[in-house]
């Protein structure tokens, strides 16, 4: 956070013009947002600022070999793709009740975001097709 800057924003506040101080003022607020603090941490706190980290993305390990059976789900996009797409995939899952349709609509924003998924949730995401696989034939 430049601080230099918020003090020169808020130096500007004390201006006779009431647009120059508006704006000012909204712009060390906007300031403020984009560094993710409130006036409490800056003004009269008595610490120090450090920024939080940020966020890291999930680990990337090296891709499974083909099993035979499914692939990862970084492997084959298209197949998780395409099960979403399916209306009757999405019927089979309000049918499993809301908490398996909400688990497996919150694998697929996390596919949407990474472009992948962890060994784990692409056990739970096969597990849950290959039942849907077998109640549709």
């Excluded at 506040?13 to 409130?38: C, F, G, P, V, Y």
Aim: no cysteine.
């Amino acid at each position: 956070m430049d601080f230099g800057r918020l003090i020169a924003l808020l130096n500007l506040s004390t201006s006779d013009n009431d647009n120059e101080a508006l704006s000012a003022i909204r712009m060390a607020n906007k300031l403020m947002k984009k560094h993710e603090l409130q006036w409490e941490n800056v003004v009269g706190s008595g610490r120090s600022y450090t920024a939080p980290p940020p966020p890291k993305p999930p680990p990337s390990g090296p891709k499974k070999a083909w099993t035979g059976g499914m692939a990862p789900a970084d492997f084959d996009r298209d197949f998780v793709m395409a099960a979403y797409k399916s209306t009757k995939f999405h019927e089979f899952l309000a049918k499993k009740g809301p908490a398996t349709q909400k688990f497996m609509l919150s694998l697929h924003g996390y596919f949407m975001r990474w472009n992948k998924l962890t060994p784990k949730q692409f056990e739970a995401f096969a597990a849950t097709w290959n039942e849907f696989v077998r109640e549709a034939i």
